[in-house]
């Protein structure tokens, strides 16, 4: 591996981590600071996609209000691959948050991201959540581990 991947798989990585401590704080801002203006975003609930870093921003916002306490994001078998200027990733995301009751709700997603590195600065421009399902009864599958 030359020098060159070597430096944006670890500048993606890096990426991956600020991205992983912004959502786990329930920070909206810092977790856009992630996101080019351009991203088309695919998550596992409420929307078949998200056009645009104002779209995405609203959708996240969303999620963020429904669970009040603290948030849960954990990236787990992160792997990365990269170029000069662009890049993919694919790991599970443990992720979820306490409802306003104290409950704690999160399950084990698939994720799956494209980069583009611009002005020297990488940002997500493409992102997918999702979680499998039964195909016999259309029920997420919500309970599966890693």
Same mark, same amino acid.
């Given at each position: 591996?030359?020098?060159?991947?070597?430096?944006?798989?670890?500048?993606?990585?890096?990426?991956?981590?600020?991205?992983?401590?912004?959502?786990?704080?329930?920070?909206?801002?810092?977790?856009?600071?992630?996101?080019?203006?351009?991203?088309?975003?695919?998550?596992?609930?409420?929307?078949?996609?998200?056009?645009?870093?104002? =779209?995405?921003?609203?959708?996240?916002?969303? @999620? #963020?209000?429904? /669970?009040? +306490?603290?948030?849960?994001?954990?990236?787990?078998?992160?792997?990365?691959?990269? =170029?000069?200027?662009?890049?993919?990733?694919? @790991? #599970?995301?443990? /992720?979820? +948050?306490?409802?306003?009751?104290?409950?704690?709700?999160?399950?084990?997603?698939?994720?799956?991201?494209?980069?583009?590195?611009?002005?020297?600065?990488?940002?997500?421009?493409?992102?997918?959540?999702?979680?499998?399902?039964?195909?016999?009864?259309?029920?997420?599958?919500?309970?599966?581990?890693?």
């Amino acid at each position: 591996m030359d020098q060159a991947v070597a430096n944006s798989e670890a500048d993606v990585r890096t990426l991956m981590k600020s991205w992983e401590k912004a959502a786990s704080a329930g920070d909206l801002n810092a977790i856009m600071s992630h996101y080019a203006p351009e991203v088309i975003a695919y998550d596992a609930i409420m929307a078949l996609q998200f056009k645009g870093i104002d =779209a995405y921003k609203k959708h996240w916002k969303t @999620c #963020l209000e429904m /669970c009040s +306490g603290p948030m849960t994001f954990k990236i787990h078998d992160l792997h990365i691959g990269a =170029a000069d200027q662009i890049a993919y990733s694919h @790991c #599970l995301n443990h /992720c979820g +948050g306490t409802d306003k009751d104290g409950n704690q709700h999160s399950s084990w997603m698939r994720v799956s991201s494209a980069y583009r590195k611009t002005n020297g600065q990488w940002h997500i421009v493409h992102e997918h959540f999702s979680a499998p399902f039964d195909p016999e009864s259309g029920k997420a599958l919500f309970d599966l581990k890693p």
